[in-house]
C-alpha cells in the first residue's frame, strides 16, 4: 500500500511515480506467491492507466483464487481514447461476468458498468445477469443497463427480489429512474 501512494497523491501532469511503479508491481506480480499481497499488487496495477497494465492482469483471469480474480475485474479499465475496452480486456471481462465467484462477476459487472463502451455484446451480457442467483450481482446489472441506455433495466429492477431486511439503499438502482427520465426527456 506504501508503495502505491506517490502514485495515488501526485496531482502533478507529469506522473514522475508512474512509469517506475509500474514497472516494480508488473515485475512483482509474476513473482509474488502470497495471496494477500498478490491482490494488492494487482489493485495498484489497475491503478495504472497503460496497456502493460491491463497485459499484467490479464495473466490472472483465470487464477483460483476469486480475490485475486476479483481484483482483475476491477483493475481492466479502459485507457484508451475513445475510453473502450481492448480486445483482450473485452474477452477477459465476459469471461469474469459468468465466474463462478458472485462477486467477481459483480465486480466484472461493476468495471463495464462504469466505462463508455458501449458494445453491445455488454449489454447482453449485463442482461444476461438478470437472472443471476446473487440478488446484489442483479443489482449492478440493471445498473450497468440503465447506464449504458439500455431499456432491459426497467424490466430488471421490476423483476428483483426484495432486498433482505436492513439493506441500506441500493443507490444504483436510481440509475433506473434517471434512465427513464432520459428516455421520456423530461
Not at 516494480?24 to 495471496?35: A, K, Y
Not at 440478488?135 to 423483476?159: I, M, S, T
Amino acid at each position: 500500500m506504501v508503495l502505491r501512494l506517490p502514485h495515488l497523491f501526485d496531482d502533478s501532469d507529469e506522473d514522475a511515480f508512474a512509469g517506475p511503479a509500474l514497472d516494480l508491481f508488473t515485475d512483482w506480480s509474476t513473482e509474488e506467491e502470497d495471496l494477500a499481497v498478490l491482490t494488492e499488487v494487482l489493485v495498484a496495477l489497475g491503478e495504472h492507466s497503460d496497456p502493460r497494465a491491463d497485459a499484467a492482469l490479464l495473466g490472472y483471469v483465470g487464477h483460483p483464487d476469486a480475490q485475486v480474480r476479483c481484483a482483475v475485474a476491477r483493475g481492466l479499465v479502459p485507457w484508451s481514447e475513445p475510453p473502450v475496452f481492448s480486445g483482450d480486456v473485452r474477452e477477459a471481462l465476459l469471461v469474469l461476468m459468468t465466474d463462478p465467484d458472485a462477486v467477481v462477476r459483480r465486480s466484472a459487472c461493476f468495471t463495464v458498468a462504469q466505462g463508455r463502451d458501449r458494445d453491445l455484446v455488454f449489454a447482453d451480457a449485463m442482461a444476461a445477469l438478470l437472472d443471476d442467483a446473487d440478488r446484489q450481482v442483479q443489482v449492478v446489472a440493471v445498473y450497468g443497463l440503465a447506464l449504458h441506455d439500455d431499456e432491459r433495466c426497467v424490466d430488471g429492477a421490476r423483476r428483483l427480489p426484495p432486498a433482505p431486511p436492513d439493506t441500506p439503499h441500493e443507490h444504483e438502482l436510481d440509475a433506473v429512474w434517471r434512465y427513464e427520465r432520459r428516455r421520456d426527456g423530461l
